[in-house]
């Protein structure tokens, strides 16, 4: 490159001497020539003097194109050659310097470390996400299938007990399940004392059909309800193979046989005589 750049140097130089000193001969010239040589035919020499002058232009405009073209082809050369020196002094400097290089190598490698590295575990995530995603349908299906069993089991369960307590194709309770809520429906029978039979009817089959040690049912569940149906609910009661305890009050207005086995299996009776904390609280002090 630099020979190069001598070459194109020295054509230029020859081009500048050769439009410097290429001009033609004047008629100064022809006056000192005439002193010397009177007899020469100076309209001849003129002539080819014009000639000369001709030539000389196509020339000059020839020479001067290539000058530009020379000047911009050693520019274009220098101006690599700055930028070539430019890189090479920097390479110089890092060698000079071998610990920024190592530096900025260790740097490269951590960065293509942590790349690698997050490629990696994305790939991971994705593969967990999806696993994850598969597992959770699973589950679901699962588990929305073993409710649709239960919930079978318990509506079958009630619709037994509810044909029990009642005569003449009772309207049945039903209960649905699902993941996060569930829903008691009374049908189109929803008067106070059915919906406590169908409560009850529920919480026989959760007696019967599970591992529920024991079932309560306070007053309230009987005060509304009619008599046959409690006649017959205490009689299931009392078939049961796990305890059952009730409160239970004016059992004169239910069968004979009702207040028999009540008196049966009661373990506590209160009345104004026996009270449940040896005081009445209905009294004012």
């Known amino acids: 490159m630099v020979g190069n750049l001598f070459s194109l140097k020295g054509r230029l130089n020859r081009v500048l001497d050769n439009l410097t000193y290429g001009s033609t001969v004047n008629k100064k010239y022809f006056d000192k020539l005439k002193g010397y040589f009177p007899d020469v035919d100076f309209a001849k020499l003129n002539e080819i003097d014009q000639f000369h002058s001709g030539v000389t232009k196509i020339l000059k405009s020839e020479l001067r194109n290539e000058k530009d073209m020379l000047e911009l082809q050693i520019n274009a050369i220098e101006l690599e050659i700055v930028s070539l020196d430019s890189k090479l002094a920097r390479s110089l400097d890092m060698l000079e310097k ?3 290089l190592v530096d900025k190598l260790l740097e490269l490698s951590i960065e293509e470390k942590v790349l690698r590295d997050q490629l990696r575990f994305r790939d991971i995530k994705l593969t967990i996400d999806t696993k994850v995603g598969e597992l959770s349908g699973k589950i679901t299906d699962r588990s ?7 919930e079978k089991i318990l509506n079958s369960t ?6 029990i307590f009642y005569e003449n194709k009772p309207v049945t309770p039903k209960i649905e399940l699902s993941e996060t809520r ?3 429906l009374h049908n189109t029978d929803s008067g106070t004392g059915k919906a406590y039979a169908n409560m009850v009817a529920l919480d026989m089959s959760y007696l019967e059909k599970t591992y529920l040690p024991a079932l309560i049912h306070d007053l309230i569940v009987f005060s509304n309800m009619e008599d046959h149906a409690i006649e017959k609910i205490v009689k299931e009661y009392s078939k049961s193979k ?3 305890f009730i409160a239970i009050d004016k059992l004169g207005r239910l069968s004979i046989e009702t207040q028999e ?4 299996y009661e373990f506590l009776a209160l009345d ?3 009270l449940a904390f040896l005081k009445s609280w209905k009294k004012q002090r």
């Open 98 to 100: 071998p610990s920024g």
């Open 144 to 150: 929305m299938a073993s409710l649709l069993k239960i």
């Open 158 to 163: 009630m619709s037994k007990y509810i044909n």
């Open 182 to 184: 569930y829903d008691f």
């Open 242 to 244: 796990k305890q059952v």
């Open 261 to 264: 086995l009540v008196k049966k």
């Open 272 to 274: 104004s005589n026996h």
